[in-house]
């Protein structure tokens, strides 16, 4: 099965509309393949506008992008390649400036994943939403992020979400990296992958990618797909993800 780009755009939208929903603060709409969103968290890359066509309605961004000034959040637009240049006009006019591009990796063959996941020393659990405090200690740690900014996202409402699961491996004692994975349907997206950058280069962050999605696919997904920051997409490659996409990334910091 080869996943086209076309329905990874699907389930990266539909996996943020199925996230964002219940976030804490803001608001979400979608219509005629763009979606925008307003968590309410001031990052950039957690409000915006995502577009998943390739021939989006420029009066409907604009009008989104509108509404994301209104909110004097930070925000940022993420386009497919190939995205009329009027939409990224739109963004120039703005003030937006094209920050990075975004690899958009599929996994389509779970073979590598049973081996990744056999690490010495490290011991995978899954948390109740109560217990998401471990998580966001974790990831804002290897992240270089306050821990408030995770806080106010990674809720228990969120976490409780149909198909959300919360992950943090353990190793001598001590929570060295975590990871979430949302089940939607025939996909697993991967989020919040991170390991202490102490405790990096032993294979932790790959034994829990593989984790979050061995439980994805075991849930009846059928494939996997992530966003990779630069630092993540080697180990990625290894487990069989490949790049469907490269989205370009803009941002407006108010």
């Not at 975590?178 to 992958?193: D, H, K, M, R, S």
């Amino acid at each position: 099965m080869a996943v086209a780009p076309e329905v990874a755009a699907t389930a990266f939208a539909d996996t943020l509309q199925h996230m964002f929903n219940v976030a804490p603060v803001g608001w979400l709409q979608r219509e005629a393949g763009v979606l925008a969103a307003a968590t309410g968290v001031p990052v950039a890359t957690l409000n915006g506008v995502w577009i998943e066509s390739l021939d989006p309605d420029a009066g409907l961004v604009a009008a989104m992008f509108d509404r994301l000034d209104a909110s004097q959040l930070p925000y940022c637009l993420q386009v497919r390649p190939g995205i009329s240049s009027e939409i990224t006009d739109q963004a120039f006019a703005r003030g937006m400036q094209h920050d990075h591009c975004v690899p958009v990796m599929v996994l389509e063959d779970s073979a590598q994943l049973e081996d990744a996941q056999k690490v010495t020393g490290l011991s995978i659990r899954r948390l109740e939403p109560s217990q998401r405090a471990e998580h966001i200690g974790v990831a804002a740690a290897a992240f270089g992020s306050p821990e408030e900014l995770f806080d106010q996202l990674m809720t228990p409402k969120l976490l409780a979400g149909p198909g959300v699961r919360c992950y943090v491996g353990d190793a001598n004692g001590q929570s060295v990296t975590t990871g979430v994975g949302t089940t939607l349907g025939a996909f697993v997206g991967v989020f919040n992958i991170a390991t202490l950058s102490a405790h990096r280069g032993r294979g932790y962050g790959a034994a829990m990618t593989a984790h979050v999605i061995y439980d994805g696919l075991a849930a009846g997904a059928e494939w996997a797909w992530l966003q990779s920051s630069p630092a993540g997409y080697n180990v990625y490659e290894r487990l069989g993800f490949r790049t469907v996409e490269l989205w370009d990334c803009w941002v407006l910091q108010p």
